[in-house]
């Protein structure tokens, strides 16, 4: 059963995954005790292993803040995802079945519904979705639940990115669907470089990024 300072500090940390609290926001353990639900003592201690998880930072005198997203930490973990990601979409390239060829297209299907309905949330829950289905496949779901536990920064900054109108969210659907028929021709050599390509999007896409939100980003030089 979910203690009360997990149900906060899963509640705090799920606000500042998804974005419902920017980086650099200001935020109080009384807000937290009326929007969750939970008394002061389980808040505070939450917020305390949010700050140990680099999450929250305190300023005496002043007040807590959401950390602004480390620009060179999100660089590092995309470089590890884009080459452990790539080998192993090429280490399947050539076995994928015609059921998981289905599944990825199914989870592309809703990711260009959500993007129709404007649902960016949900787009870019599915975009998750298709590339752990990589992982799920190649029996490789410990890397994969590695990578997320380091790419904190990284995903924040994904999330923006799909949030800047200046980047068509369709980009990123063609590209799954480019990788997805490299996967039904078994072209194992076509989809290392599709997948290495795609997750080298960011490295084009972050100036746009950085002038969209250019308070929320620290570590930029």
């Keep these: 059963m979910e203690?009360?300072?997990?149900?906060?500090?899963?509640?705090i940390y799920t606000k500042i995954m998804n974005l419902d609290l920017y980086p650099g926001q200001q935020v109080s353990d009384k807000q937290f005790?009326?929007?969750i639900g939970v008394s002061r003592t389980p808040v505070r201690e939450a917020m305390l292993r949010l700050r140990r998880d680099d999450m929250l930072y305190s300023l005496p005198q002043s007040g807590t803040y959401v950390t602004r997203i480390d620009l060179k930490k999100s660089l590092d973990a995309r470089y590890a995802r884009q080459l452990l990601e790539s080998d192993i979409a090429k280490s399947i390239g050539s076995t994928v079945s015609d059921d998981q060829i289905d599944q990825l297209s199914a989870v592309v299907e809703e990711q260009q519904t959500a993007s129709k309905r404007d649902q960016i949330q949900r787009f870019f829950q599915m975009d998750n979705h298709f590339h752990q289905k990589i992982y799920e496949f190649a029996n490789k779901q410990n890397i994969w639940n590695w990578l997320i536990s380091f790419s904190t920064d990284l995903n924040r900054y994904r999330?923006?990115?799909v949030y800047d109108a200046n980047l068509p969210m369709n980009r990123l659907t063609q590209e799954h669907r480019d990788i997805i028929n490299a996967f039904s021709d078994h072209d194992a050599a076509k989809v290392h470089q599709l997948v290495y390509s795609h997750l080298n999007l960011m490295l084009s896409e972050q100036q746009s990024v950085l002038d969209k939100f250019p308070d929320y980003f620290t570590n930029i030089n």
């Design 33 to 35: 005790e009326e929007e």
């Design 3 to 11: 203690s009360l300072q997990d149900k906060a500090y899963n509640a």
């Design 159 to 161: 999330l923006l990115r």
